[in-house]
T-cell receptor
Framework: AQKVTQAQTEISVVEKEDVTLDCVYE???????LFWYKQPPSGELVFLIR??????QNEISGRYSWNFQKSTSSFNFTITASQVVDSAVYFC??????????????FGDGTTLTVKP | DTGVSQNPRHKITKRGQNVTFRCDPI?????LYWYRQTLGQGPEFLTY????????KSRLLSDRFSAERPKGSFSTLEIQRTEQGDSAMYLC????????????FGNGTRLTVT
């Protein structure tokens, strides 16, 4: 069965600090996709990034960067120079391709990030 | 792209009553998902459709829950004989026909059962 664990329930930082959100996953499938979503106080989940299991190249997009390590089943997300608008709940999700669960995403319980001015 | 639309935004009902929620997905998306989210938790999968076919239902989905997607367009989620434990945010999402595609979520329907 697929499982996603976000061990950090809440993180609080001061604006301009860097912050890393951890995600560890479990899957029996050899082909899968990993996602990060952001849920601001307004409530709507918004997609941030996707990675497939064959692409371990890390990515930087503006202030966001992602570190995917298949050997440790981790897909961590870093915000550089955090801003108050980054305050939200961040969810990591896993979607398998080949097994009977194919087609749905399993989410972690989220990390609530608070960025203080 | 008008986004995923859910109605109503909020629903307060008394225990034992039936409720129905509606989701209008992004028009070109074949897949439609229902998730439930409670405070402090991530979205929990309930069921999903590929066009009009309901392909999977979670074990979380008791017999009191039923979902439909007639003609592969909008979807409804009905809860019969509501219980206080049904209180949650019900999220609808849609995606194109591929597991690689991210989900596009609506704003959700918050259900409160008194």
């Amino acid at each position: 069965a697929q499982k996603v664990t976000q061990a950090q329930t809440e993180i609080s930082v001061v604006e301009k600090e860097d912050v890393t959100l951890d995600c560890v996953y479990e899957t029996r499938d050899t082909t899968y996709y990993l996602f990060w979503y952001k849920q601001p106080p307004s409530g709507e989940l918004v997609f941030l990034i996707r990675r497939n299991s064959f692409d371990e190249q890390n990515e930087i997009s503006g202030r966001y960067s992602w570190n995917f390590q298949k050997s440790t089943s981790s897909f961590n997300f870093t915000i550089t120079a955090s801003q108050v608008v980054d305050s939200a709940v961040y969810f990591c999700a896993l979607s398998e391709v080949h097994n009977t669960n194919a087609g749905k995403s399993t989410f972690g319980d989220g990390t609530t990030l608070t960025v203080k001015p | 792209d008008t986004g995923v639309s859910q109605n109503p935004r909020h629903k307060i009902t008394k225990r034992g009553q039936n409720v129905t929620f509606r989701c209008d997905p992004i028009s070109e998306h074949n897949r439609l998902y229902w998730y439930r989210q409670t405070l402090g938790q991530g979205p929990e999968f309930l069921t999903y459709f590929q066009n009009e076919a309901q392909l999977e239902k979670s074990r979380l989905l008791s017999d009191r829950f039923s979902a439909e997607r007639p003609k592969g367009s909008f979807s409804t989620l009905e809860i019969q004989r509501t219980e206080q434990g049904d209180s949650a945010m019900y999220l609808c999402a849609s995606s194109p026909l591929t597991t690689a595609s991210p989900l596009h979520f609506g704003n959700g329907t918050r259900l409160t059962v008194t």
